[in-house]
């Protein structure tokens, strides 16, 4: 497949720092893809735009006790709870593996407080093979940290700043659909020097076994993605268009390429597929060869002429 026409860019907003470039707009989401290894037996990994790997933490976590996953008729829900290996662990186990590829790796990191998004960011701004940082500070799944800091302003504003000051890396915020206002939320994490923002992250859900009568899940409440949260997706990559002027990686049940070319019209400049993952182990390729598609039937040479055309 030519990346001619697909190639999209997140530039960077401050200057002495670093660009993405990726060669098209097709993103393996975090936490649906893991590191790469398993994937990489059923499609060319080369062939992506980036990788954003499993959720990091500074140490090791085990996660949610089980059950912490339920399938939906449009999805699933899930309460997994960040568990992963923890950052040294990925370095020294996981990097090896995706520095073979060309593939631009974007590192995904949680944390309980400001400071361990800054000590994780300087750890990983020093490691050969990571492209870009993913700063997740809406993880649904997690007591500490999670959902408080995507609720408040002056926190996404805040952790942004402190490690736009840590890395000369790309930052890219995640943002929470459980907000009322994502719009205004999306300008903070600018405001604290964001080069682009991600969304949605998953939406708050449970599910009840009537049998037993009691939630499914032992954390109660799980993020629900997949198509069901589509619409939502991307009513919200819509408002933040309006909002912000920096690009948008837009992700929630896309499944193929006409999904990823609604989020593209909508003001997305690349998209991220995960549970599709799940259903089709070659959904991110299917994904952009559609968009490829799409393109040619239209005559249209660059995807980046697409880029919020709905607006006009």
């Known amino acids: 497949m030519k990346t001619k026409g697909m190639r999209v860019t997140i530039p ?59 399938e939906t008729e449009m999805g699933i829900i899930n309460s997994i709870g960040l568990q992963n290996p923890g950052i040294e662990k990925f370095i020294a186990e996981e990097m090896p593996f995706l520095n073979q590829y060309k593939t631009k790796v974007i590192a995904n990191i949680s944390g309980n407080s400001v400071e361990e998004f800054v000590i994780m960011s300087k750890r990983l701004s020093t490691e050969k093979g990571v492209d870009a940082m993913e700063i997740n500070v809406s993880c649904p799944n997690i007591h500490r940290g999670g959902e408080v800091f995507a609720t408040n302003p002056e926190m996404v504003e805040l952790i942004t700043s402190a490690v736009r000051k840590a890395t000369d ?5 995640k943002l929470s659909p459980n907000v009322t206002d994502i719009g205004y939320i999306a300008r903070r994490a600018e405001a604290g020097g964001a ?22 899940l032992k954390q109660v409440f799980g993020g629900l993605s997949g198509p069901a949260i589509k619409p939502i997706a991307l009513r919200q990559v819509w408002q933040v268009y309006q909002s912000v002027n920096i690009p948008i990686i837009g992700m929630g049940g896309i499944m193929d390429g006409d999904d990823a070319i609604e989020f ?20 991110c390729l299917d994904v952009l060869q559609g968009m490829r598609d799409y393109l040619e039937n239209h005559q249209i040479n660059d995807i980046n002429q697409l880029i919020g055309r709905a607006h006009q």
Do not use: W
């Open 12 to 70: 960077a907003r401050v200057k002495g720092c670093k660009s993405l470039v990726l060669d098209n707009p097709v993103i393996a989401a975090s936490g649906t893809f893991g590191f790469g290894r398993e994937y990489a037996e059923y499609i060319d990994l080369d062939k992506l735009g980036a990788i954003a790997v499993k959720g990091l933490t500074p140490a090791a976590r085990e996660g949610n006790p089980t059950p912490r996953i339920v």
């Open 169 to 173: 890396l790309p930052i890219i915020v």
């Open 195 to 216: 080069d682009a923002v991600s969304m949605i992250n998953t939406v708050l859900a449970m599910a009840i076994d009537i049998h037993k009568q009691k939630p499914v």
């Open 264 to 283: 593209i019209l909508a003001g997305a400049t690349a998209v991220s597929v995960g549970t599709g993952n799940f259903v089709n182990p070659t959904a």
